[in-house]
């Protein structure tokens, strides 16, 4: 077993030196992956994961003792930080106060994090230019408990389908657990709501072509425990998913990870790990290095959003389900 108190190392990266203190720190017990495990993974895929970053408010999931033991969800950016760390300010409406969330702009940043035993990165889908309107939205396929992957399999084909006849382009990854997230762009022109409104009604028109298959039932008890929830509701205010990416607090620390839709047949997300990602990353690169270049008009959703709430479809409150 590592010490638990070994000799700190610095890390070059970029024009900063980041200290990494206990770099010998075991985070994944299973593997017995270290804290500078972790760092150099981050340092393997770092373009990837400052574009999947950039200028969002972000949440970090700290495992000060490695992932057996305690999670801290961290909002705040954590006490120490060096100057050149960045953050935007955002606003809790339920608690009337602010935090200052971290807001990647270099690669310094993420490893800063690590430092600080952040494990995984949860972005907003807003930037700090505007952090009322979204310009991510994301599509979470969230198997229930009895659900096989090769459903989900199925449903993301059937999302692909209906974003191809809106003439959006999806960018699909593993969520790092057992479903799958596909991420479009969009102009940042609607706030939260209207987003989580266009998400929800493009969240049936999945279900209705995928019956068998899809749920978007609100309340838990109501869902089939066989079925994929399509869950619009990651679009709703503060609500934040792993990124592309983002390491997971998983015992074999798995990994978010960017996918051609040609793959999704044969990918086993459990495959996707903090040790199997670099060489892919070196191999294919990032997989989501255009999603920029593809932005959607939100209008149409809006148009089916609309019609269901006409024919009298309601719309859940974004608390949780």
């Known amino acids: 077993m590592a010490p638990e108190h070994s000799p700190a190392v610095e890390l070059d990266v970029g024009s900063r030196t980041v200290r990494l203190s206990n770099p010998e720190r075991v985070y994944f017990p299973a593997s017995g992956t270290t ?16 574009r999947a970053l950039q200028d969002r408010p972000c949440m970090l999931h700290r ?59 949860h972005p907003w889908n807003s930037r700090r230019a505007d ?31 209906v974003l191809a006849d809106l003439g959006a382009v999806g960018w699909p990854k593993t969520s790092g657990g057992s479903g799958l997230h596909v991420y ?35 309340w838990r008890r109501d869902r089939d425990p066989s079925l994929v929830f399509v869950d619009y509701n990651q679009n709703a205010r503060d609500h934040t998913i792993a990124s592309a990416y983002s390491v997971r607090g998983t015992p074999d620390a798995t990994v978010s990870t960017p996918l051609r839709w040609d793959e999704i047949d044969d990918v086993d997300p459990r ?17 989501h290095a255009g999603i920029d270049d593809s ?14 709430e006409r024919d009298g479809a309601p719309v859940p409150p974004d608390d949780e389900g």
């Open 63 to 121: 495992y000060p003792t490695g992932v057996g033991g305690e999670k801290v969800h961290q909002k705040r950016l954590p006490r120490g930080a060096p100057p050149w760390m960045e953050t935007v300010e955002v606003y809790f409406p339920r608690f009337g106060r602010t935090a200052d969330e971290l807001c990647v702009t270099e690669l310094a940043h993420v490893i800063w994090a690590v430092q600080m035993s952040t494990v995984e990165f």
């Open 35 to 50: 804290k500078l495990d972790l760092a150099h993974y981050y340092l393997a895929v770092g373009d990837g994961i400052v």
């Open 131 to 161: 952090t009322e309107r979204p310009d991510e939205w994301r599509i979470d396929l969230d198997p229930m408990p009895d659900c096989p992957f090769d459903r989900v399999r199925r449903v993301a084909h059937v999302a692909q389908e």
């Open 184 to 218: 479009v762009r969009i102009a940042p022109e609607h706030g939260f709501a209207d987003v989580r409104r266009a998400a929800l009604a493009f969240a049936r028109e999945v279900e209705r072509r995928a019956q068998d298959d899809v749920t978007t039932a609100w």
């Open 295 to 308: 932005v959607f008009d939100l209008a149409p959703l809006l148009q089916w959003a609309e019609r269901d």
């Open 271 to 287: 495959d996707c790990t903090l040790r199997t990602v670099p060489a892919r990353y070196a191999e294919l690169g990032d997989l």
